[in-house]
């Protein structure tokens, strides 16, 4: 649904509708603070049902309407403050008038609101307050003279009815008896068993209804009701219950108000939202998959057009010419396997392998790789916090992240400027985790700023689209900074950009706070890249891959290095090995496997038999089936797809020889 469309839909409504902005920190006269807001955006309804003129658009309410009572204020500023929807009616002496009021909030500061004028329903109930006042006071028994409780119903403009302990019709009024002619084409008299003359499904639902009001409760309920051939309309029915002298109940009182274009705008309205939010939705696809079709085609036809001309070249004979086509086909595969991670990380999707982690000796790590990267004409600066706290996550991929928003940055002062990065501990209270989309707590923050060309609020609101890109051509994917805020919310926290045109941009990572020392988690990396030696012993090896040339490629390094390898396509297959009595030192499957049994299964299963088995898994998605909301057991481990042979060989040693 265009923008279009749901402004005209928007406009039809017949409910009153509108965006406030909510300033809960505007000044008094007396130099406190009140909440104040005002309407940015209104539909023609509003008008009609508050009867505020259209030049109250954009005017704090306090000044231009300074009769509204606080209720209004201190609502919408709980709403915005605590992002509660709110349910209420009001009156208002300023505008002489009742409304029933829907408040939900849609962004940090701003609140949707939902008007409809039920001046004529307050009236009535006001009549019902003075009928029960009137019975009151003149009932003084139960053999009181029925024309008595005809002529006070006769005297109510709403449908109304009054009822005995017996559920019998005992008065109604001309408005009750043809809506329900209207309804359900019968004509009510005194004496009709109430419930007996509904629908057999709605029958039981008025009965219960009148039942509770013989039992003393006042209340109203909004039900549909009617022939189902026909449209049916829906009511807000009340109850009040009638009593005598004695307090004795002894009948009560049935009000019917007739709230269908209400209820039918109110769904209409959702029904718009909805449409409008699948449309973007859809729109998001639309340009993530034309993107992506786009920068994999490139990468294709670098690797296909690599391999034909090494064909060619040893149809000819001419080997020496191959190394520049291996290694041009090598770095397509790399940016195809960079594209697929930016890809995960922006849906959320990636392995991770989070662990205890200093942002500080991280920032201090990558110094060398980020001066090089911004050249001379950019200053870096970095600002680490003391005593900072340590946070749980993915240190490559941070590394990545930081990497993605320095290269932004340089991008951004084409005629050089300053760069600095900075890291903080922040406490999150209830409005600064509002603010932030985050849970109130301790976080840690990683911001990179720069003295640039800075973002116009239009671009900030798009930067993290997938495909998104404000450079030429051919200059980047616009994958970058989708990556960096799946990657943040996939680790617990969030990313902020603080931008002005002309004078500079900062992008903050916030992850949340983890107790314990970063050096104990450090401790366990193996840093190093070594010759990989022959195995002495021949272990065996369990690999398990539905895809036929990833096993083929992987068995032949593995059996390269001294290895026994036995494959199998599928875990049922898998399984049956696993559960013989062949050797098996380390179990290597993919997890998304055909035949209904996925890798984390298989593995669980074989544990039953061999419980110290050492698993590692190879994927290049991130199932739960897999990390188990992030945790993996002992002895097991997780390598991302697609990784190099040699790097692949070098964990399964690792791990087999214990190391």
């Known amino acids: 649904m265009s923008d279009e469309r749901y402004r005209v839909l928007f406009e039809a409504s017949n409910t009153g509708f509108c965006v406030a902005e909510v300033d809960d920190q505007a000044t008094d006269g007396a130099g406190g603070t009140r909440i104040d807001y005002r309407v940015i955006e209104a539909n023609s309804a509003f008008y009609e049902q508050t009867g505020f003129p259209q030049a109250i658009l954009n005017q704090w309410l306090r000044t231009a309407a300074p009769g509204l009572e606080e209720h209004w204020y201190q609502t919408y500023g709980e709403v915005a403050r605590t992002g509660v929807a709110a349910r209420f009616e009001q009156g208002s002496d300023a505008l002489g008038r009742w409304f029933d009021v829907s408040a939900f909030r849609v962004e940090d500061a701003e609140v949707a609101i939902l008007f409809t004028d039920i001046s004529a329903r307050k009236a009535v109930e006001r009549q019902l307050v003075e009928i029960n006042e009137h019975l009151e006071e003149t009932v003084r028994n139960r053999t009181a003279d029925v024309t008595l409780y005809k002529q006070i119903v006769d005297s109510a403009s709403a449908p109304i009815c009054a009822f005995d302990t017996e559920l019998k019709l005992i008065a109604f009024n001309q408005a009750h008896s043809d809506d329900f002619f209207r309804i359900y084409g019968y004509r009510v008299q005194i004496g009709d068993v109430f419930p007996d003359l509904f629908l057999p499904n709605q029958?039981?639902?008025?009965?219960?209804?009148?039942?509770?009001?013989?039992?003393?409760?006042?209340?109203?309920?909004?039900?549909?009701?009617?022939?189902?051939?026909?449209?049916?309309?829906?009511?807000?029915?009340?109850?009040?219950?009638?009593?005598?002298?004695?307090?004795?109940?002894?009948?009560?009182?049935?009000?019917?108000?007739?709230?269908?274009?209400?209820?039918?705008?109110?769904?209409?309205?959702?029904?718009?939202?909805?449409?409008?939010?699948?449309?973007?939705?859809?729109e998001a696809v639309g340009q993530l998959t034309g993107g992506l079709a786009h920068d994999f085609n490139n990468i294709i036809a670098g690797i296909s057009g690599s391999l034909e001309m090494m064909s060619t070249r040893l149809a000819q004979g001419r080997i020496s010419d191959l190394d520049r086509y291996i290694s041009g086909a090598s770095t397509a595969a790399k940016r195809a396997a960079s594209l697929t991670?930016?890809?995960?990380?922006?849906?959320?999707?990636?392995?991770?392998?989070?662990?205890?982690?200093?942002?500080?000796?991280?920032?201090?790590?990558?110094?060398?790789?980020?001066?090089?990267?911004?050249?001379?004409?950019?200053?870096?600066?970095?600002?680490?916090?003391?005593?900072?706290?340590?946070?749980?996550?993915?240190?490559?991929?941070?590394?990545?992240?930081?990497?993605?928003?320095?290269?932004?940055?340089?991008?951004?002062?084409?005629?050089?400027?300053?760069?600095?990065?900075?890291?903080?501990?922040?406490?999150?209270?209830?409005?600064?985790?509002?603010?932030?989309?985050?849970?109130?707590?301790?976080?840690?923050?990683?911001?990179?700023?720069?003295?640039?060309?800075?973002?116009?609020?239009?671009?900030?609101?798009?930067?993290?689209?997938?495909?998104?890109?404000?450079?030429?051509?051919?200059?980047?994917?616009?994958?970058?900074?989708?990556?960096?805020?799946?990657?943040?919310?996939?680790?617990?926290?969030?990313?902020?950009?603080?931008?002005?045109?002309?004078k500079g941009t900062m992008v903050c990572i916030y992850l949340p706070r983890r107790a314990g020392d970063a050096a104990a988690d450090d401790a366990q990396i193996t840093i190093g890249i070594e010759e990989l030696p022959g195995s002495p012993s021949g272990e065996t090896i369990l690999l398990v891959d539905d895809e036929p040339l990833v096993r083929m490629i992987a068995t032949e390094a593995l059996e390269e290095l001294g290895y026994q390898v036995i494959e199998a396509g599928e875990g049922a297959t898998a399984l049956k090995i696993l559960n013989s009595d062949r050797r098996i030192d380390l179990l290597v499957t993919d997890v998304g496997l055909p035949g209904g049994m996925n890798g984390r299964q298989v593995a669980d299963a074989a544990r039953v038999a061999r419980p110290d088995l050492t698993v590692m898994f190879i994927t290049g998605y991130a199932e739960n089936a897999v990390l188990n909301h992030g945790h993996l057991e002992q002895g097991m481990h997780v390598m991302t797809k697609p990784f190099q042979m040699d790097s692949f060989a070098r964990r399964v040693k690792d791990l087999i020889s214990g190391t």
């Not at 005598?244 to 939202?273: M, P, S």
């Not at 003391?386 to 928003?405: R, S, Y």
Request: with cysteine; charged share 20%.
């Open 203 to 282: 029958a039981p639902v008025i009965r219960a209804f009148m039942e509770r009001a013989l039992d003393g409760e006042v209340f109203s309920v909004t039900q549909e009701f009617g022939d189902p051939d026909l449209v049916k309309p829906y009511w807000e029915v009340a109850y009040s219950p009638i009593r005598d002298e004695a307090g004795v109940i002894f009948g009560a009182f049935h009000y019917a108000n007739d709230v269908t274009k209400r209820v039918r705008a109110e769904a209409e309205l959702a029904a718009a939202q909805e449409a409008l939010r699948q449309s973007q939705k859809m």
């Open 341 to 502: 991670q930016r890809l995960l990380a922006f849906s959320r999707r990636q392995t991770l392998a989070p662990k205890a982690t200093n942002l500080n000796t991280l920032v201090n790590g990558m110094m060398d790789l980020v001066n090089r990267s911004m050249g001379p004409e950019i200053e870096v600066e970095t600002a680490g916090a003391t005593g900072l706290w340590t946070t749980f996550v993915d240190a490559g991929q941070l590394e990545n992240a930081l990497l993605n928003l320095c290269i932004n940055a340089r991008d951004a002062m084409p005629d050089g400027g300053k760069l600095t990065i900075e890291t903080s501990n922040r406490w999150m209270d209830e409005r600064g985790s509002r603010q932030h989309a985050l849970q109130p707590g301790q976080y840690v923050s990683l911001c990179v700023s720069d003295t640039g060309t800075g973002m116009s609020k239009e671009i900030v609101d798009r930067a993290f689209d997938p495909f998104f890109t404000t450079k030429p051509i051919g200059q980047g994917t616009g994958l970058g900074l989708s990556m960096v805020y799946g990657f943040a919310g996939q680790s617990g926290g969030a990313v902020r950009i603080y931008s002005e045109v002309g």
